[in-house]
């Protein structure tokens, strides 16, 4: 995967912010989709206390991010991004050359569904069962946990492990046959259920596959998170 990116003069380049928690997995998200773009020379990335709730906070919320999550892109022009998938196809969109989220009308409507539906049955869900199900960020961040709610968002992430399994025994990549930002959201899923220590049930062969390759690209086995094995 080759950037384009030399197709622009250096100086014309936005110097971005990502305000992160890098080893978040939504974090790790973009910082994927940064480094396939070749794009992590024009980021400036800003820490935020996710355990002591900076990210709660009523300045980070009202300045940065309403919904009080990470990452959040800032533009040199002060605009702020959140949403992975929306920074994803901003920062794709960047040099005119869409490499992450489809060439054409269907294949961005793939790409779009399958990463959606990567959230919605995987990463979601195992977001949901780390907050709820298990400590989560620590009880000054989480102030309400249900965790009957947690341990069904844990089962719902099993079975969208089963489903993305089945996917992936018929294609090579989530949205079809390149690699795209849905591959990016399952990684996503996958680095949750490492920190919350929901193994990959063995006879799902053909993910397990899927993420043997994907942690073979440079711009996931890089990632902070998978610094301190
Ligand atoms: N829909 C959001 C979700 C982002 C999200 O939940 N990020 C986590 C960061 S991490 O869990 O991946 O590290 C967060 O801010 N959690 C803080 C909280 O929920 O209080 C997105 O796609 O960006």
Known sequence: MTSNIANFDAVSLPVMKVYDFPTGPYPTRV?????????????????????????KRPEFIAGKNYSGTLPVLELDDGTCIAECTAITEYLDALDG???????????????????????????????????????GLGPTVETY????????QRDKALRGMRYFDAVLQGQPYVAGET????????????????????PVPEEYEALHA?????????????????ANP
């Open 31 to 55: 910082r994927i989709a940064l480094a396939e773009k070749g794009l992590q020379s024009r980021v400036e990335f800003v820490i935020v206390d996710l355990y002591k709730g900076e990210h």
């Open 97 to 135: 050359v869409p490499t992450l989220t489809g060439s054409t009308p269907r294949e961005k409507g793939i790409v779009h569904m399958m990463s959606k539906r990567a959230e919605l049955e995987l990463l979601d869900a195992i977001s949901v069962y780390f907050h709820h199900g298990t400590p």
């Open 145 to 152: 946990q249900n965790p009957e709610w947690g341990f069904r």
């Open 179 to 198: 690699f795209s930002m849905a591959d990016i959201t399952v990684i996503g899923g996958l680095i949750f259920a490492m920190l919350v220590e929901l």
């Open 210 to 226: 899927w993420y043997g390759r994907m942690l073979q690209r440079e711009s996931v086995r890089n990632q902070p998170v998978f």
